[in-house]
């Protein structure tokens, strides 16, 4: 098992261009999540996915925020219209159903100029 | 609200000279706290699960504990190679759906 990953490790996009970002998990968790990183801070959440359905979304995410889990393997998280302040390090976690611990990926950091 | 708080911010040891980190919670229904280890540009790494107060659990030159208020990442004799910022964070026994964490304690140890 190679872990959780994320593609691409790096973006940087225009502001008001689309983006979109990849998260594999591993393979035998059913839980995923996404979280947002800025500098000096921790993770902030974003949303969550028990297998293919999203159950919990942050208040914090406009509506130029999409995240999907087809068939529950892997996810994507898409950012519309982009703004400066969605600058930062996106980060997909994974977990068995259950009390355990979250696995992280490297993250994508985001930089929009 | 939810709180996770970790102190100090940051911390400066020498090599050899061991301290602790303090995290401390206030949830309504502990369901997990939980360690990890962030290195400069990269995701967290997972360190610890702690489930109930007076569990302890050990990695190297780490020790955890858990209180019904806090959570202490022990470090004992630390190398520069332990410097990386240090994240807590808890599950609520009624929403499994997330973790909080707190904004971290960077750790720089010199040697």
């Known amino acids: 098992d190679t872990g959780v990953s994320q593609n691409p490790r790096h973006k940087i996009t225009k502001r008001g261009q689309n983006v979109t970002f990849r998260c594999d998990p591993i393979?035998?968790?059913?839980?995923l999540y996404w979280y947002r990183q800025t500098l000096g801070q921790g993770p902030e959440f974003l949303t969550y996915f028990q297998n293919e359905a999203q159950l919990e979304k942050s208040r914090l995410l406009s509506d130029r925020f999409s995240a999907e889990r087809p068939k529950g393997s892997f996810s994507t998280l898409e950012i519309q219209r982009t703004e400066q302040g969605d600058s930062a390090m996106y980060l997909c976690?994974?977990?068995?159903?259950?009390?355990?611990?979250?696995?992280f990926g490297q993250g994508t950091r985001l930089t929009v100029v | 609200e939810d709180q996770v708080t970790q102190s100090p911010e940051a911390l400066r040891l020498q090599e050899g000279e061991s301290s602790s980190l303090n995290c401390s919670y206030t949830v309504s229904g502990l369901r997990g706290l939980f360690w990890y280890r962030q290195d400069p540009g990269k995701g967290p790494e997972f360190l610890f699960t702690?489930?109930?107060a007076g569990e302890e659990k050990e990695k190297e030159r780490l020790k955890a504990t858990l209180t019904k208020k806090e959570s202490f990442l022990h470090i004992t004799a630390p190398k520069p190679e332990d410097s990386a910022t240090y994240l807590c964070?808890?599950?609520?026994?009624?929403?499994?759906?997330?973790?909080?964490f707190g904004s971290g304690t960077k750790l720089n140890v010199k040697p």
């Open positions: 976690a994974s977990s068995l159903v259950g009390d355990t611990e979250a696995f």
């Open positions: 964070a808890v599950r609520r026994r009624d929403n499994f759906n997330k973790f909080y």
């Open positions: 393979s035998e968790h059913n839980r």
């Open positions: 702690l489930y109930s």
